[in-house]
């Protein structure tokens, strides 16, 4: 009996250290220090960013399970689940948190004043109360100031325009709801008003509202739409392009991702190449800078990416020195 219960407590200490390492090996150490990661998208929805930022920690020679741990939190689309996803990733006390959107940067801010956050969003940092400035904003959080501006929506109007020569009303998709698709809101006006066309806003705030938003473009005899690309909307993307494409509409959208799904056309940020750059700021702040030193960027790189085969779809000629401007020509 002894030698049974022996070779009992010999099997289970072997096998409590057969997992030790295992366990260790999930635990953040100052040598290997984890990197949160936030996103409002699904894996699939966010894997082109993840990919890029990834690719841009191993160009400064961080590599995964060796000299740093990253650990992702995704929202799959339903903004609301963030607040709880910001809390679980701080209680896992990240050397940093990387955030995409404004919602993921605001949930994560609420969540932690002390963990560093790179983020990127699409208002003014300051307005959203992120930071104190822009050169120096004074608190943990640091990043990328995208989107957002009259300039790049008034680029997507005339983008469309240019595509649809005859285009006069446009119809503007988004969720007055959504902090950064309401700052867009305001964008407009003047940007179509340079481009002498008139916009009706169609506001979406449920999937509810797609079907009625779309009623409502065809009797009112608009020529386009510019869809939001906000989180709620990419999740979306393929049911909005094909909702587009059965009512005739061609439409500028904000990310690549959308006109790979069909769309026709859309011009934005490089969101890939924002993301490499956040792992520059990671590393800064990994070596020991403060994001409150840490001055937020902006965009240098954008996309233009056409689907010439829902063009065609449409019945709609794109002229060849218009193609020669795309980054990308999907046939």
């Not at 809390?87 to 801010?109: N, Q």
């Not at 822009?134 to 790049?152: C, H, K, M, Q, Y």
């Not at 005339?158 to 595509?163: F, G, T």
């Not at 937020?296 to 218009?322: D, H, Q, W, Y």
């Amino acid at each position: 009996m002894i030698a049974a219960m022996e070779r009992r407590a010999f099997i289970t200490l072997l096998g409590g250290t057969a997992m030790w390492p295992l366990a260790a090996g999930a635990q953040q150490s100052p040598s290997r220090p984890l990197i949160g990661v936030i996103s409002p998208l699904s894996s699939d929805g966010a894997a082109r960013n993840i990919n890029a930022f990834r690719s841009g920690l191993r160009d400064l020679g961080y590599e995964e399970g060796r000299n740093i741990m990253i650990e992702f939190r995704y929202a799959e689309g339903v903004v609301a689940r963030l607040p709880d996803l910001a809390t679980e990733l701080v209680a896992r006390k990240p050397a940093v948190i990387v955030a995409g959107s404004v919602p993921a940067a605001m949930a994560a801010h609420n969540a932690t004043r002390a963990i560093p956050l790179v983020v990127s969003v699409s208002e003014d940092p300051v307005a959203l109360g992120l930071a104190a400035s822009l050169a120096r904003p004074g608190g943990n959080v640091t990043g990328f100031s995208i989107e957002g501006d009259e300039t790049l929506n008034g680029k997507r109007l005339q983008l469309l325009k240019d595509a649809v020569p005859t285009l006069s009303r446009v119809g503007i998709i988004l969720n007055p709801d959504d902090a950064g698709d309401a700052a867009k809101l305001k964008t407009f006006p003047s940007a179509a008003r340079a481009l002498s066309v008139t916009i009706s806003v169609l506001e979406v705030r449920s999937p509810a509202d797609l079907d009625n938003a779309f009623a409502v473009a065809l009797n009112e005899g608009l020529h386009g739409l510019y869809v939001s690309e906000s989180p709620w909307f990419n999740s979306r993307r393929v049911e909005i392009v094909g909702m587009a494409a059965r009512s005739r509409l061609p439409a500028v959208y904000g990310f690549r991702e959308f006109t790979v799904a069909g769309g026709l056309m859309s011009f934005a940020t490089s969101l890939p190449d924002v993301y490499r750059r956040k792992a520059g700021l990671v590393d800064k702040i990994l070596k020991g800078e403060s994001a409150s030193d840490l001055p937020f960027e902006r965009p240098t790189k954008f996309e233009l990416v056409v689907n010439l085969k829902t063009a065609k779809a449409l019945g709609l000629t794109i002229s060849e020195p218009f193609l020669l401007t795309a980054d990308e020509v999907i046939e």
